[in-house]
């Protein structure tokens, strides 16, 4: 089943949440919603869902145009960030709810019921907790219970908001690869909302990043982090060390370094730098213009890159380069030590709006 | 380096505690005399009382006593009341439930002055809240002139003493309500609607269990205020004896009649009720703080 939102605004009084959004999801597809708190990635799921309802804009489901359809007609499965599992029920009767509440026409049987619930219970892997109570199972069990009762309709789409975002680090981790696995054997329509770049860009096959309701980039995950459209996916995309500057005469400039860019204008200019896009030189073997001199002030040697911080000596901005245990053992780097920092990618964009 | 810091943590963390010890240990004679302080008061302002209700309503034997819980007066006063109860709670509940489902789960403008006006009854004297509607209906108002017009009477008499009655006890259910409501937001209730469950549905399936014990604990407050409420009953009723008095109004006419073993023998019969709903009012809160628990963990 596949979506496509066109057109989608809305407003709360004078504040514009969605601006303009169009976006498909091709049917089968997993797609994270990625963005910062406020950015009305939420509010774009619950239009969706039909809990909240645009002011402008059309959604179609296959084509068929659902955009006032009441919540019922959509068929989407919806899990929340707090599980919003129905307390007084036991594990079974959460997830046997969305087929007992049919209309009789539709409803399956007692039998079939109980066996669909077994199944789902085993896809969770939850077998064993079916009589219990959501308030005895871990936040990562319940987050799998609302899984289950959300695909036990069967749904036409899989609508999640931040559902990881209440657990801990290492139970993120593992329920992440679990959504992964599980989205490529139901291959459903997928689309996750998360303001957490790693969580994206591990599950989805594709990432929109949003930013004050409005799109920025639509692109697979390598897209989105190679070749970021502007400053705030840069800036937004893993760690990046902004350089402030200008550009003058298709250059930009900070202090001595200089460096060619394709803007030609006069302006204000921020350049990024990945950690990983440096190059350490002990020794001042760079032209001077395109490397800082700098102090390394911190080594942290935990994990499998080695994350330094520099102070630059012209003009004191720290720094943070990264760098693999086989360039940091052959550069033989020690702390107060000045180096020479070479950015090996840059990207510069205009200042307006930064 | 880290053990030094973690002594050090530990010292400061002794000097913090000592102070603390001090301002909340009183020497042990302060402590027994506020404790006997309390003790005393509640003797004698609260058991006392309740225990000479009973006293005075059985001084004459038992028989005397059986007989004033029977006679047609106080038969007809309790028959009265317990009509009235029966009306005005299920009204109250359904409004009480109404107004808390909307100020909860809806925004609008105004929402809380709206809160706020419901607090109304609580802040103005009964009495006052009688002669409202003594006034709104009876046959001095514009709007009494017309209901007598068409024949309708709304003071003097019973549908006068529900209507006292459902404005005196409007916000018990929906304050017990809407504290519960709050803090559980709205998700259940969206997660059954995605579910495809309709509104009514969910509302009985998902809503009501989790704000069972609160709408019973503020049905048991309604109901015993609508039992014991004086102050609009009495200026609404007209206290006709055997046909307007509620059975606080009994009482006084008793009282007033000098009539001392039926007035305690009703009061007693009151106080029964009181006791019973304050029971019944611990077992809920002890309920739903259990509930509450269960789901924090």
């Keep these: ?354 | 380096m880290t053990e030094l810091s973690l002594s050090q943590k530990t010292h400061n963390f002794a000097r913090v505690k000592t102070p603390m010890k001090l301002v909340l240990t009183e020497p042990k004679w302060v402590q027994i005399l506020l404790s006997l302080i309390v003790v005393a008061f509640i003797s004698l302002f609260l058991i006392l009382p309740l225990i000479y209700i009973f006293a005075a309503a059985l001084s004459s034997g038992i028989h005397i006593y059986l007989n004033s819980i029977t006679s047609p007066e106080t038969l007809s006063s309790i028959y009265l009341t317990l009509t009235v109860v029966a009306t005005v709670v299920p009204l109250n509940t359904f409004f009480g439930v109404l107004l808390a489902w909307t100020v909860t789960k809806y925004h609008f403008k105004g929402k809380s002055l709206m809160i706020t006006l419901a607090d109304l009854p609580f802040s103005i004297s009964p009495v006052i809240g009688g002669l409202i509607f003594v006034l709104l209906f009876g046959d001095h108002g514009t709007l009494g002139k017309w209901l007598m017009a068409h024949n309708i009477q709304l003071v003097f008499n019973t549908a006068g003493i529900v209507i006292a009655s459902l404005f005196v006890t409007y916000p018990f259910v929906a304050r017990e309500l809407i504290p519960v409501m709050e803090s559980r937001g709205t998700q259940e209730e969206e997660a059954s609607l995605i579910l495809g469950a309709s509104t009514l549905r969910t509302f009985f399936k998902v809503t009501v269990p989790n704000i069972k014990w609160g709408l019973l604990y503020g049905i048991i407050l309604c109901s015993a205020r609508t039992i014991g409420d004086f102050g609009a009953v009495s200026v609404i009723s007209g206290h006709i004896v055997g046909q307007t008095n509620t059975m606080p109004l009994q009482v006084e006419a008793f009282y007033n009649g000098y009539q001392m073993e039926a007035a305690f023998a009703l009061s007693s019969l009151m106080s029964v009720v009181a006791l019973a709903s304050l029971a019944l009012k611990g077992y809920f809160d002890w309920k739903s703080s259990r509930t509450r628990s269960i789901d924090i963990k």
Excluded at chain 1, 239 to 254: A, L, S
Excluded at chain 1, 267 to 276: K, L, Q, V, Y
């Design chain 1, 1 to 354: 089943m596949s979506i496509e939102l066109k057109n989608i605004s809305k407003s709360y009084g004078s504040c514009q949440i969605l601006n303009h959004i169009n976006l498909t999801i091709q049917t089968g597809e997993l797609v994270a919603l990625l963005g910062p708190s406020g950015s009305g990635k939420t509010s774009l799921l619950r239009v969706l869902a039909g809990l909240e309802y645009a002011d402008e804009g059309s959604i179609l489901f296959h084509g068929i145009n659902l955009t006032d359809a009441p919540i019922k007609k959509r068929k989407a499965g919806f899990v929340f960030q707090h599980y919003a599992l129905f307390n007084t029920m036991t594990i079974r009767e959460n997830i046997a709810y969305g087929l007992k509440v049919k209309s009789r026409k539709f409803r399956p049987s007692k039998r079939a019921i109980h066996e669909k619930v077994d199944q789902l219970l085993h896809l969770v892997r939850l077998e064993p907790y079916g009589e219990r109570y959501p308030s005895q199972l871990s936040g990562g069990q319940r987050q799998r219970v609302a899984l289950a009762r959300a695909l036990a309709i069967e749904p036409h789409i899989l609508l999640l908001d931040e559902p990881f975002g209440a657990l801990d680090a290492k139970v993120r981790k593992e329920l992440r690869q679990w959504l992964r696995q599980l989205h490529r054997q139901v291959k459903m329509t997928s689309l996750l909302v998360t303001h957490d770049q790693e969580e994206a860009f591990e599950v989805a096959d594709r990432i929109v990043i949003i930013n004050k309701g409005q799109i920025e980039q639509i692109g697979t995950p390598s897209q989105v982090y190679e070749k970021p459209v502007n400053s705030f996916v840069y800036d937004f995309i893993g760690h990046v060390n902004r350089v402030r500057g200008t550009i003058r005469d298709g250059q930009f400039i900070n202090g001595n370094f200089k460096i060619p860019v394709e803007n030609t204008g006069s302006t204000d200019g921020i350049a990024f730098i990945r950690p990983d896009q440096f190059s350490i030189k002990a020794a001042n073997g760079h032209a001077a213009n395109r490397a800082w001199p700098a102090t390394i002030t911190h080594i942290h040697p935990a994990g499998s890159v080695i994350r330094l911080e520099l102070e630059r000596q012209d003009d004191a901005q720290s720094i943070e380069v990264e760098l693999t245990k086989r360039e940091f053992s052959q550069l033989s780097l020690i702390k107060s030590q000045r180096v020479f920092l070479e950015p090996k990618q840059i990207k510069v964009f205009a200042a307006d709006g930064l």
